[in-house]
């Protein structure tokens, strides 16, 4: 069969074997009380498997395995060259499954089969490798003491670390925490959401095959409620590593002050600003970013540009190149090679996307283009508001779906101010030829990422997090690495 074709991957949909059981201390395992929950396929509307339902009971057996593996010194006290093999090893054999990971990531999510294949498991694998590669290029230090004293300051593995991940990027977002956290030498426990466990229990079982002991890497699917909480609360577990929506955030916080004070890093909403201006260096590029940017992934995407601050001298030209780039992004089968714009998550949140479109057009903002033509119930397609007031909700909440505001503006002071007035600060873009103007702007903006003539460019050498209620943390970088370790002073008196 050829591997750009639909027939091809419908083949291979229909042959596939996902994973269902728990990953626990080196095997996979049903669930304690054998409950078990359906996941579904976003674009048929169908189940794709049961899948074991963990919760507080499973969620103590996978934090006395971490635990006892971490005390063990197994992993943690192994060279960091053997831990590189290892992390290498993974990487390896995730790139031998290349297909099935992104097979797998597309049915659980509908997110189309070109994006997983180009993206997802590319951005997880490179992951892996990079911090398989820093491991041993993270040094300690020597203080500058009196001659009577030798002060070390080193960096120490935390224990057992929780990472909870969203359903938009599974197992790109689970690797950019998985990777520093077990580089570092951590214990981890994976806690994939409900609706899309699959490539989170494949890759449990690819880190064995790679040589990492049992124990250091647990997957717990299952609900936040039973699963999700049992491990925020959990007074064995050291550090909770989330991305996700701010509300489910702000719980995590509570459950730590209430539990054990265990460090809790976010990565949380977003309503990022992507400004243009009047000097922009060419808008029919910057009108293909501007979709890009909060198209791709069906908008699902927590650094999305989904508010648009466009010079007045402009904004009518630029919205008419903006609507053409629109069409690229129109919905098709996931499976489909050709297809850009999948399906939303479920048919649920496709509904809520809805409503913020039927409000919107409710409080008389211009809907310039209306994405839901789509029939299938968990599709919508790229929709435009324009002239939408900073202070309706369309501008202030996050949609997470396929929807822009666009908001015009007269100078850089209106933009800035337009820009800063959000409880969010993920990302932000600026569009100028001045390189005055782009550094003055990129300063003043209160967000943890700006691109400057682009929208969220970058790579694994790069911090990603955010500013206010965005979240706190980096992740991918060496300061990912931060998260995951513990410094330690060691002070030596010197005899004379």
């Given at each position: 069969m050829d591997y750009h074709a639909l027939e091809y991957w419908k083949e291979s949909a229909r042959t596939v074997q996902p994973e269902t059981r728990l990953f626990i201390n080196g095997e996979y395992r049903n669930a304690v009380s054998g409950a078990t929950f359906a996941v579904e396929n976003p674009a048929t509307q169908q189940t794709l498997v049961q899948v074991a339902r963990g919760d507080w009971q499973d969620v103590g057996l996978a934090v006395?395995?971490?635990?006892e593996v971490f005390e063990r010194g197994d992993w943690a006290q192994s060279s960091p060259q053997r831990r590189q093999a290892v992390l290498n090893r993974l990487a390896d054999l995730m790139e031998q499954h290349h297909e099935e990971l992104a097979l797998l990531e597309t049915l659980d999510t509908g997110k189309p089969i070109r994006h997983s294949l180009r993206d997802d498991i590319p951005g997880a694998i490179k992951a892996v490798r990079w911090y398989a590669g820093a491991i041993d290029k993270v040094y300690g230090e020597i203080a500058p003491t009196s001659s009577d004293a030798l002060a070390l300051i080193a960096r120490e593995p935390l224990g057992v670390i929780a990472a909870v991940v969203p359903w938009n990027f599974p197992l790109m977002l689970a690797c950019w925490k998985l990777a520093p956290a077990l580089a570092a030498g951590n214990s981890v426990i994976l806690k994939p959401s409900e609706k899309s466990p699959l490539t989170a229990l494949k890759i449990a079982g690819l880190a064995k095959q790679a040589g990492l002991p049992d124990g250091v890497l647990n997957v717990i699917c299952g609900f936040g409620d039973e699963a999700g909480q049992a491990l925020s609360r959990h007074a064995d577990v050291d550090v909770m590593t989330f991305t996700g929506s701010t509300r489910t955030a702000k719980q995590l916080l509570k459950d730590a002050g209430e539990s054990n004070m265990k460090r809790v890093w976010l990565e949380a909403g977003g309503k990022s600003a992507?400004?243009?201006?009047?000097?922009c260096p060419d808008l029919q590029k910057a009108a293909a970013a501007t979709a890009a940017g909060v198209f791709y992934n069906q908008g699902q995407v927590c650094i999305?540009?989904?508010?648009?601050?466009?010079?007045?001298?402009?904004?009518?030209?630029?919205?008419?190149?903006?609507?053409?780039?629109?069409q690229k992004w129109q919905p098709g089968n996931p499976l489909d090679p050709d297809t850009t714009h999948g399906t939303l998550i479920d048919a649920?949140?496709?509904?809520?996307?809805?409503?913020?479109?039927r409000d919107g057009e409710v409080r008389g903002n211009v809907l310039a283009l209306d994405g839901r033509t789509n029939q299938h119930p968990a599709s919508v397609g790229p929709t435009i508001f324009t002239d939408v007031n900073p202070q309706?909700?369309?501008?202030?909440?996050?949609?997470?779906?396929?929807?822009?505001?666009?908001?015009?503006?007269?100078?850089?002071?209106?933009?800035?101010?337009?820009?800063?007035?959000s409880e969010y600060g993920l990302g932000a873009a600026v569009w100028t030829d001045n390189l005055s103007r782009a550094h003055r702007v990129s300063r003043r903006l209160k967000a943890g990422s700006v691109f400057v003539n682009n929208y969220n460019n970058g790579d694994m050498t790069v911090p990603f997090g955010g500013?206010?209620?965005?979240?706190?943390?980096?992740?991918?970088s060496l300061h990912a690495l931060e998260k995951f370790t513990e410094?330690?002073?060691?002070?030596?008196?010197?005899?004379?």
């Open positions: 006395k395995a971490a635990r992507n400004i243009i201006f009047a000097d999305a540009g989904t508010r648009l601050l466009v010079e007045e001298s402009i904004a009518d030209e630029f919205v008419t190149l903006l609507k053409a780039e629109a649920t949140h496709a509904d809520n996307v809805q409503g913020f479109i309706d909700r369309l501008s202030r909440e996050e949609i997470f779906g396929p929807v822009l505001v666009v908001t015009r503006f007269s100078d850089e002071s209106e933009a800035l101010a337009l820009a800063n007035d500013f206010k209620q965005s979240g706190n943390g980096r992740d991918k410094l330690k002073t060691i002070w030596i008196a010197l005899e004379s």
